[in-house]
């Protein structure tokens, strides 16, 4: 019930908006997260949006990217600036109840690329 959107090649210093559908789910009471998987990492998280409207970055994107949630269109949005080459991942978006993103929250996105390249 997860479906992202708006990956694809960007130049460094461009930005991008990735999009988080979420359908058959209360969104209302979820814990939305993004997290990305760079070529030969691990999985991180990379945003985190809380019911309560409050929201929590990895030090590596604080300050460039920022997480929203559109309660009306059951939505979350993750807005990319100042990309780097280092941003290169397939990006996620994960659905919990309980207030934690981390890696096993109950529900999946089946992911999108994101590629920043001169």
């Known amino acids: 019930p997860l479906v992202e959107s708006g990956g694809g090649l960007v130049r460094p210093g461009g930005s991008l908006l990735l999009s988080c559908a979420v359908s058959r789910l209360p969104f209302v009471h979820y814990t939305i997260g993004w997290f990305r998987q760079g070529p030969g990492k691990r999985r991180e998280m990379v945003s985190c949006s809380y019911p309560d409207d409050d929201t929590h970055y990895a030090d590596s994107v604080e300050g460039r990217f920022t997480i929203s949630r559109d309660k009306v269109n059951n939505t979350v949005y993750m807005q990319m600036n100042n990309l780097k080459p280092e941003d290169t991942a397939v990006y996620y978006c994960?659905?919990?109840?309980?207030?934690?993103?981390?890696?096993?929250?109950?529900?999946w996105g089946k992911g999108i690329l994101v590629t920043v390249s001169s």
């Open positions: 994960a659905a919990d109840l309980a207030p934690l993103c981390v890696d096993g929250m109950n529900f």
